[in-house]
């Protein structure tokens, strides 16, 4: 991910107001505590978008971030985060609810109400940020599901996804697939919430879409990889290959030519700019022949890869 905060890059004196509204602006508090403010301060963060969300992650030491009563009246972006915790042990509170959090649990905080959240020594998260009106679920709802987010089926499979999407945020973010891998890990937590709300049981309309949500999203994150490919994805998301093909199909499109399409995006964006040659262009976007990358290079965009580079200006490097 790119780097948004690292202490280490500063001097020490710098350091503590430097989290401190780092913090303030990204979680929407009203008040960020350290715990080794006087001791030493020593945090990382790091922000991508990725289509309409954005990734941000944390390790930092002690802290403790509250937003008011007083705060959430007043205008501040409509968010809605939804974090994996790392490292070390959470307190969450926010009104009826109040709960620890331990390292691989998931947590959702509307980040325009009332809440106080903070860890003591070294700790760390993986989190997702998306607006309200994106996510198209009420207050209430969203309210209702972080209290019972375990209820749903997919609570593992959003906790994994999250932390795939993290580990792998820069390559995503910069994929011709960063959108549909945006908008795919959207459904998937309006899926997971509006199942928790339920309890445990999501609208039928929601679920229909999961599958092929969860489908593009791990495309996006296995892009480059060459075995990318039917088998593959149906054993990561422990479905049959049918069932794989029928959420597609319901969905729209075609796994092996979506697939084929979002490598020949990322492998045109890359010729536009790079001087490597074709063919290492072509295997490093998970097309093991060179002469069937080129034909449907053609196919998609009427030139041969090489006159694409040189109709942009750029000297084909060599093979």
Known sequence: MPVLLDTAELDVRERAEAFRTTMLVMTGSTRVDLEHEEQGTAARMELTPVGPVQLFSTWSTGVGMTRGSRAARQDFPEYVAVAVHEQGTGRYDAGPLQRRVFPGELMVV?????????WSGIGSSSSMQVS????????EVIARASTRLPSSPLYGT???????LSRHAETIGSSPAAVDAGIASLHLLRALLAGAAAGGRAPVEVTETTLADQVRAYVA????????????????????RRQL?????????????????RRLEGARAELAHSRRGVARVAHGWGFKDATHFARRFRTAYGLLPGEWQQAVGVRDGPG
């Open 110 to 118: 509307d980040l325009t109400r009332p809440y106080s959240f903070a």
């Open 132 to 139: 309200t009106a994106d996510l198209g679920l009420s207050p």
């Open 245 to 261: 093909f029928r959420a597609c199909q319901a969905a729209g499109f075609s796994l092996e030519q979506y697939v084929i399409e």
């Open 158 to 164: 959003l906790v994994h996804h999250l932390r795939d």
């Open 221 to 240: 994150q296995h892009l480059r990889d060459p075995d990318l490919g039917a088998d593959r994805v149906a054993a990561a998301l422990a479905v049959s």
